[in-house]
T-cell receptor, first 114, second 119 residues
Framework: KQEVTQIPAALSVPEGENLVLNCSFT??????LQWFRQDPGKGLTSLLL?????REQTSGRLNASLDKSSGRSTLYIAASQPGDSATYLCAVSLSSGSARQLTFGSGTQLTVLP | GAVVSQHPSRVICKSGTSVKIECRSLDFQATTMFWYRQFPKKSLMLMAT?????????EQGVEKDKFLINHASLTLSTLTVTSAHPEDSSFYIC???????????????FGPGTRLTVT
């Protein structure tokens, strides 16, 4: 059974810092990996999606990497801003199974202090 | 971008009553929809997967008679919490999957969630 772990569970940084969020998964036979942002009491916003054949994806100040063989992904946020404060979730979908349902990590709650 | 809506966004009901939550894909057809449950400060737990026109597939430990899922059309799925109890209070999120234009690129779009409180 796929298990997804995110470290740290919570992170507080001053504005302007670069930071890295970590995600690890136990079954390397993934179809893709996604990073999501969730604001309190809200749904999920997809940030980046990495296919299993890719090693990284970039969008603005965000860069996500994927090392499938070691079961790890990182989300790098450059020049953090208070508006980046949210919970960041990573999720993987397995290669097997037609439904491609996602397995989520427990999230990293990020606070960027002004 | 693809938009998924949920209604209601927030509902309070009395113990023993039933509550229906709607999930709609607004600008695309969703062959598959997923229902998740999220407890405070916890991750999303998949409850069930539904395909249009067929019965939902429930995850282990999820009571299918309590959480009724209907996926009547390619744009609408409903989750009915029957005989709700306080322990059913949670944040319920749906997602809809569409088959994007690029082969083998499949994406899920998430609704904004429904906060259910059972008193």
């Amino acid at each position: 059974k796929q298990e997804v772990t995110q470290i740290p569970a919570a992170l507080s940084v001053p504005e302007g810092e670069n930071l890295v969020l970590n995600c690890s998964f136990t079954d390397s036979a993934i179809y893709n990996l996604q990073w999501f942002r969730q604001d309190p009491g809200k749904g999920l916003t997809s940030l980046l999606l990495i296919q299993s054949s890719q090693r990284e994806q970039t969008s603005g100040r965000l860069n996500a990497s994927l090392d499938k063989s070691s079961g790890r992904s990182t989300l790098y946020i450059a020049a953090s801003q208070p508006g980046d404060s949210a919970t960041y979730l990573c999720a993987v979908s397995l290669s097997s199974g037609s439904a491609r349902q996602l397995t989520f990590g427990s999230g990293t709650q990020l606070t960027v202090l002004p | 971008g693809a938009v998924v809506s949920q209604h209601p966004s927030r509902v309070i009901c009395k113990s023993g009553t039933s509550v229906k939550i709607e999930c709609r894909s607004l600008d695309f057809q969703a062959t598959t929809m997923f229902w998740y449950r999220q407890f405070p400060k916890k991750s999303l737990m998949l409850m069930a997967t539904s395909n249009e026109g067929s019965k939902a597939t429930y995850e282990q430990g999820v009571e299918k008679d309590k959480f009724l899922i209907n996926h009547a059309s390619l744009t609408l799925s409903t989750l009915t919490v029957t005989s709700a109890h306080p322990e059913d209070s949670s944040f319920y999120i749906c997602s809809a999957r569409r088959l994007a234009g690029v082969p083998m690129l499949i994406e899920q779009y998430f609704g904004p969630g429904t906060r259910l409180t059972v008193t």
